[in-house]
């Protein structure tokens, strides 16, 4: 077992690393549904979509996306970091700019693929699979704080869209941000992955030691576990639960009469939330380890989604977003560590490639059902009941697994 070192002279030491882990999960972000739900009243719009049919679209691009992963995730553990992730970064800044020019729901559903794929899926992937393969004692710390790159972008991603809309097309918006992407991320990613002593040193030593002690599964090994089919749901129900209301909250908040404007600049708690979360859940992580605080990770979402279903007066929207955010927050760090402290980092881009297609699965069946059940009538506080029913019983399932492990 790694000595477990002080969080600030890890900081002190590992901040390029750290840094570059941020950075990619930040400009995960036009991937990801915070972002392409901001538009979706305009997509809706512009191309003539119901709930139904727009959540379909989203749906069958996400799968498609998670089909894609499955097979490009263990690249990670192939692949020299430095020249994927640039090569990764490039197509991602390419898919931004084509995304402005979608034309109808087929481009749009092959735009949707792009930047899901690369952003929600491969971004992501990179970011949060590298943390946890360097680090051992110091995982869910290192985890934690390259996963303040998603708040950071959920604080800044809405409320700067909402404003842009009201001066620019939608169109515009895109190719603005990778140009952004292109400025801060391209040039700094050769100067963050360098390796440090820690890294390269008796780190590394002590790193491949721990390896050595413990099994390394493969990832056909961790598909014939059954443990996995139950510790598989507690990544997928928050997925498809937030996505499901992010991607029709445009809907969601005319149905409450709320104002859209002041609910986007929430945005901002549910990103400070989702950092309270993930830093203590860090923390625990490296205390406690994950297997132990994931039967209750899904509680903070739990919470929010009842909050968001029947509150009435608008100033309980801070309260859903800091339940909702607190909750996402704490997620990352739990799932992203529980990986390697199960099944080995040996072929950890593999493994965990499974589970972020089964994180993308579950926000691919969010936005289809709650659109098709939002076409059919269903309430608000029905979904709400039915998405909280599905996070205990996926509670329990995780529970079962590791108290027999």
């Known amino acids: 077992m790694l000595r477990l070192q002080g969080t600030l002279p890890f900081v002190r030491q590992e901040w390029r690393f750290l840094l570059f882990g941020l950075l ?37 691009a996400t799968l498609v996306c998670a089909a894609i992963l499955w097979k490009a995730g263990p690249l990670v553990d192939r692949l020299p970091l430095k020249n994927f992730v640039f090569k990764v970064s490039l197509l991602m800044i390419a898919a931004m700019v084509a995304f402005g020019f979608v034309r109808g729901p087929v481009s749009l559903f092959f735009g ?27 995982r869910g710390r290192a985890v934690a704080i390259a996963a303040l790159g998603f708040p950071l972008g959920e604080a800044l991603f809405p409320p700067l869209i909402v404003l842009a809309l009201g001066i620019v097309d939608w169109r515009l918006i895109w190719p603005a941000m990778a140009v952004l992407a292109a400025v801060t991320l391209l040039p700094a990613t050769p100067f963050l992955i360098r390796h440090t002593t820690r890294q390269d040193g008796a780190g590394a030593a002590e790193l491949r030691a721990a390896d050595e002690d413990a099994r390394q599964w493969t990832r056909s090994e961790m598909l014939r576990d059954g443990k996995f089919y139950l510790l598989a749901p507690t990544a997928m129900v928050p997925a498809a ?23 986007s600049l929430y945005f901002s708690v549910f990103a400070i939330a989702a950092l309270i979360g993930g830093v203590i859940s860090g923390f625990l992580v490296d205390i ?27 100033a309980l929207a801070a309260l859903v977003m800091f339940f909702l955010g607190f909750g996402a927050g704490a997620t990352n760090p739990v799932l992203s560590s529980l990986w390697p402290e199960i099944y080995g980092t040996r072929h950890l881009g593999a493994i965990r490639a499974v589970a972020t297609v089964v994180m993308v699965f579950g926000s691919a069946l969010g936005p289809v059902f709650m659109g098709l059940a939002l076409d059919s009538g269903i309430s608000l506080g029905s979904i709400a009941i039915a998405s909280v029913g599905l996070a205990i019983a996926a509670a329990i399932a995780a529970k079962i697994a590791l108290v027999s492990r």
């Open 24 to 60: 990619l999960a930040f400009w995960s972000g036009p991937g990801q549904t915070y972002v392409i739900s901001v538009i979706g009243g305009e997509l809706r719009s512009e191309f003539d979509l119901t709930n139904g049919e727009f959540g379909t679209i989203y749906t069958f």
């Open 112 to 138: 949707i693929i792009a930047v899901r794929f690369l952003g929600q899926g491969m971004m992501t992937h990179i970011a949060l699979t590298s943390m946890a393969r360097r680090y051992e004692a110091e």
């Open 241 to 263: 639960v937030i996505t499901g209301l992010f991607i029709h909250q445009v809907y969601f908040i005319e149905t409450k009469g709320w104002n859209f404007e002041l609910w």
């Open 288 to 314: 406690f380890r994950a297997r132990r605080l994931l039967p209750f990770v899904l509680l903070p979402m739990s919470l929010g989604v009842l909050v968001f279903a029947y509150a009435t007066n608008e």
